[in-house]
Nanobody, 121 residues
Framework: QVQLVESGGGLVQAGGSLRLSCGAS????????MGWYRQAPGKQRELVAN???????NYADSVKGRFTISRDSANNTVYLQMNSLKPEDTAVYYC???????????????WGQGTQVTVSS
């Protein structure tokens, strides 16, 4: 089994910054893609940013230029630096990882428990 543990959410004023962290642990042979999704009340979960094999990053248009995703592959950890936060960034942020476990033959998709980010105006 694999666990993703997130930290770093909280309440911040518009224009402020937060840094989210997510560490993967457990039965891990290799971690492929890692990323962050978010879900606001009444809305579908959406991709915020991910980092895929080779270090290629992808961002939602709404966060480009404000958010930066990075990864510590040695420690199976992914970060999301969020700057110039806006009230519309308010959501539960979920970490996601595609993991190959020892003894497994396919990639499995794992989610963290979510961390609340609230941006006040």
């Amino acid at each position: 089994q694999v666990q993703l543990v997130e930290s770093g959410g909280g309440l911040v004023q518009a224009g402020g910054s937060l840094r989210l962290s997510c560490g993967a642990s457990g039965n891990i042979r290799s971690v492929n893609d890692m990323g962050w999704y978010r879900q606001a009340p009444g809305k579908q979960r959406e991709l915020v940013a991910n980092i895929v094999s080779g270090g290629i990053t992808n961002y939602a248009d709404s966060v480009k230029g404000r958010f930066t995703i990075s990864r510590d592959s040695a420690n199976n950890t992914v970060y999301l630096q969020m700057n110039s936060l806006k009230p519309e960034d308010t959501a539960v942020y979920y970490c996601n990882a595609h993991v190959i476990s020892w003894g497994a033959v396919r990639i499995n998709n794992y989610w963290g428990q979510g961390t609340q980010v609230t941006v006040s105006s």
